[in-house]
């Protein structure tokens, strides 16, 4: 795992960097984001950036999530929930814990999904002063994205002194052995172009991003990569 990359303290970095996977693998069975122990986070580059990745969620099981989130002790997430056989991709705002570890977050927004493989996207402004919006969208074209849910705010609060990161997260609520892959991870900065790089996007070799560029992280497209959990 490259230093861009920061596993959560619940998070187990052994079974990720061992299995050679691009995103987290499932640990074991959990309620929600803040108790998954497999959150892949980076750096948000300020004042305003956006996260892309490429979800391949066809091999999910029932009870599982899996997504792209902006994490700090209030976090909102934009991802693929399954449950009944039927798949969803939903937003999920204002997830928090209390210091008797309880935890809370609301689905505000859902729309069905086919095909398999989907493009989330996370904006993020964290400039001084603003009203540090977050938005979430999503494509199934790499093209155009569909904006889904309500702005979500960051807090800025003193207490918890660690500013918002991205994160990829894949967790299961009912039992392990399904699977998503993550594909591509695009960082795109202000006065990057509006399209990211074509080029396939390996979580585990980042390079380092550069203001106004987008940041690809190339493997070849034919790798066909894949993230398991135990059985």
């Given at each position: 795992?490259?230093?861009?990359w920061e596993?959560?303290?619940?998070s187990?970095?052994?079974?990720v960097?061992?299995?050679?996977?691009p995103?987290?693998a499932?640990?074991d069975?959990?309620?929600?984001?803040?108790w998954?122990?497999?959150?892949?986070t980076?750096?948000i580059q300020?004042?305003?950036?956006?996260?892309?990745?490429q979800?391949d969620?066809a091999t999910m099981?029932?009870g599982d999530r899996a997504?792209?989130?902006?994490?700090r002790?209030?976090s909102a997430?934009?991802g693929?929930?399954?449950?009944?056989?039927?798949?969803?991709?939903?937003?999920?705002?204002?997830?928090?814990?209390?210091s008797?570890?309880n935890?809370?977050g609301t689905?505000?927004a859902?729309a069905n999904?086919?095909?398999g493989r989907?493009?989330?996207?996370a904006?993020?402004?964290?400039?001084?002063?603003?009203s540090?919006?977050g938005t979430?969208s999503h494509?199934?074209?790499g093209?155009?994205f569909?904006r889904?849910?309500?702005?979500?705010?960051?807090g800025?609060?003193w207490?918890?002194?660690?500013?918002?990161?991205?994160?990829?997260?894949?967790?299961?609520?009912q039992?392990l052995?399904?699977s998503?892959?993550?594909?591509?991870?695009?960082?795109?900065?202000?006065?990057?172009q509006?399209?990211p790089?074509p080029?396939s996007d390996?979580?585990?070799?980042?390079r380092?991003a550069?203001?106004?560029?987008?940041?690809?992280?190339?493997?070849?497209p034919?790798t066909?990569?894949?993230?398991t959990r135990?059985?």
């Open positions: 795992m490259k230093p861009k596993m959560e303290p619940q187990g970095q052994r079974q960097v061992r299995q050679q996977r995103g987290p499932h640990r069975v959990t309620n929600d984001l803040y998954a122990r497999n959150t892949l980076h750096l300020g004042p305003t950036s956006t996260a892309t990745i979800l969620y099981r029932d997504g792209l989130a902006l994490l002790d209030s997430w934009i693929i929930k399954q449950d009944g056989g039927t798949t969803r991709l939903v937003m999920v705002n204002g997830l928090t814990m209390d008797n570890w935890t809370t689905e505000v859902s999904v086919t095909g989907i493009r989330l996207r904006a993020a402004d964290i400039r001084p002063g603003a540090r919006p979430f494509s199934t074209d093209t155009n569909t889904l849910g309500p702005a979500f705010t960051m800025n609060t207490q918890f002194f660690m500013g918002y990161r991205f994160a990829l997260t894949n967790y299961a609520t039992t052995g399904g998503v892959g993550i594909a591509r991870f695009a960082l795109t900065t202000p006065r990057a509006q399209r790089s080029a390996q979580l585990l070799s980042p380092p550069t203001p106004g560029r987008t940041t690809p992280w190339p493997v070849p034919s066909g990569q894949r993230l135990p059985q």
